[in-house]
């Protein structure tokens, strides 16, 4: 999982800075019909005729949210991608364009700059969206990556945080926890490399919730299955901090309680064998995980029948008054308090 | 000009990441009416009805882009904000909506984010553009600043780097050289406070060059003043690599080539003082300064007469043939080829 270190090495000053942005770009092509102007003028154009228009951004910075000891930088490039296209799903929108704005620090030859942009290219080109515009300098330290990524969407299928009632169903995509699980992974091997170099890691009993971590996907085709369901969401979020801090965010925003139900959390066997292997209390590892980029979303009660066997879907909870506050229905039928606590809290608690 | 460092601290780390953007944004309002939904949700939404949508992204890092030596927080943030801002001005466009992320060490307290925010919010009602969405993170070291600028334009006005004809003239709003001067009085300053911290500078007969480098403003109206003129420019771009940078720039994306008439190029007076006291040759600082963030265009040689009386405008050359090459012609008569050298060259050559 680490970088090749005997690749040839150019270093960024002997490029200049147009010589770098311009090697960089070369090869980016522009898909999207909204495109009308992509990199090249000082600014891009876009045309969402009667559409409208969505825009949301991020920032990733080395050391913070990522650590290139075991995230490639094609893959590190990937999720940059993926992360903000994510925002864009979590209004029920379509992604049509990103800029992206890096700044590195010198250590980083040009090879490294390329495979970064090269799986930018790759996110681009596999959520078919196009790469219009950018900028890229020197840092003091370290690499930070910043993206904005464009969607569009008609008017009537946005669907904001704000919007669920009481007697909605709450639903969520695929399943949750195992991309923090990836880390718990990673995080040990990382270890057992420093002890010895030499040591190969057999990953194969942990390969799913890895690729979750280093190379999660933002669920592009929740909004197109959604409208064959012919569902209207609610409200939806997309789950980056953890299922029980998005929940959370659902309930403030559009004012309302929840009851989710534990038997219901939809977790992948592989994270449950490496729950037992780790000790780690699994429920706790759903709720507060995050970085899974599964949607969150509520639907209308009487939406029940068409989703209830649909397997890209589950249904979690439902929506009650404010009053009653947020809580988690347990398998023993307790009932407890919903809490944001984030990945800190698990490292807390372990 | 130095931070006052008695100010109360507040460490970030006590306000938590949804508690710090909540803070920094709580006052920010909304006033497009392309703008359906700011900060708040997954993603920013905007509708542009038949508008096209213009963007615009740019990174700026300490110790790289600005000295917060000499640069105060708020300044900062406004200059930030208009450098982007600029950008879509350049495409003959009208800004409505930035995003912002900050990446920020542990060093600095609350309070600077506060000043920083600050600038940005005052640059935004200054320019009448709603900050939309944005992103807010720790840093290993030092302060990273990425805004995305969001403009709209009728189709028929948008106005590219292509587009001029050899038969066209050249034209640059307001004066040019003085950003980079400004830089050279704070530079000196620096090293005086170095010296003697207790010296208090008397910058009287710099404060226009020391505007231009710490507050400059983005050309918001010349869109309006071209307009007022009934002159649709042919290719336009900003200043903020130095003119001879960026009209090579045009000449290469129009295919044309030019010739720049050094006695036409607009200097302010203070310009042309400080510049003999500092035995500067101002026609290299005007040629290669920088950060004027003047706007730099070709219009059709038949509106000559609508334009030439207007104090915004001065027309400083005209386009010729793209295997005429680019050139300077000096007040001396002779022809010298353009090059973009850009600041460093001008240190290089001191």
Not at 77 to 96: E, F, Q, R, W
Not at 105 to 131: C, M, Q, T
Not at 245 to 254: D, F, G, N, T, V
């Amino acid at each position: 999982m680490l970088e090749d270190k005997n690749q040839e090495r150019t270093s960024l000053s002997s490029m200049g800075e147009f010589g770098l942005i311009d090697h960089l770009t070369k090869d980016i092509e522009i898909n999207q019909p909204s495109t009308l102007k992509g990199i090249g003028d000082d600014a891009a154009v876009l045309d969402f005729k009667d559409k409208r228009t969505v825009i949301s951004t991020d920032m990733l910075v080395e050391g913070v949210h990522f650590d290139l000891a075991y995230m490639p930088l094609k893959h590190l490039g990937y999720k940059a991608v993926v992360v903000n296209l994510s925002d864009i799903c979590a209004m029920n929108a379509k992604p049509t364009q990103i800029t992206v704005s890096i700044a590195v620090s010198n250590r980083f030859p040009l090879e490294a700059l390329e495979e970064l942009y090269s799986g930018i290219r790759h996110a681009a080109k596999v959520y078919d969206v196009d790469i219009v515009g950018g900028d890229t300098t020197s840092s003091q330290k370290g690499l930070i990556i910043s993206i904005t990524a464009i969607g569009e969407a008609e008017e009537a299928d946005i669907t904001y945080r704000v919007g669920a009632t009481d007697t909605d169903l709450l639903v969520v995509s695929g399943d949750v926890g195992a991309a923090y699980m990836g880390l718990q992974v990673l995080d040990r091997e990382k270890e057992v490399f420093k002890v010895n170099p030499n040591n190969q890691p057999d990953l194969e009993a942990y390969d799913y919730l890895i690729e979750r971590q280093l190379k999660p996907e933002a669920r592009k085709d929740v909004k197109e299955l959604l409208k064959a369901l012919e569902i209207q969401p609610t409200a939806m979020i997309d789950i980056s901090d953890g299922l029980s801090s998005e929940i959370l965010h659902l309930c403030k925003q559009s004012n309302v309680g929840c009851n989710l139900y534990e038997d219901k959390i939809p977790l992948d066997p592989q994270l449950i064998n490496v729950c037992e292997e780790f000790n780690i209390d699994i429920t706790t590892v759903a709720l507060n995980g995050g970085e899974d980029y599964e949607l969150l979303f509520t639907i209308k009660m009487e939406d029940f029948e068409k989703i209830k066997a649909n397997p890209n879907f589950s249904i979690i909870g439902h929506m009650t008054q404010e009053s009653e506050g947020a809580h988690l229905i347990t398998r023993a039928n307790t009932k407890i308090a919903l809490k944001a606590r984030g990945w800190n809290a698990i490292n807390d608690e372990e």
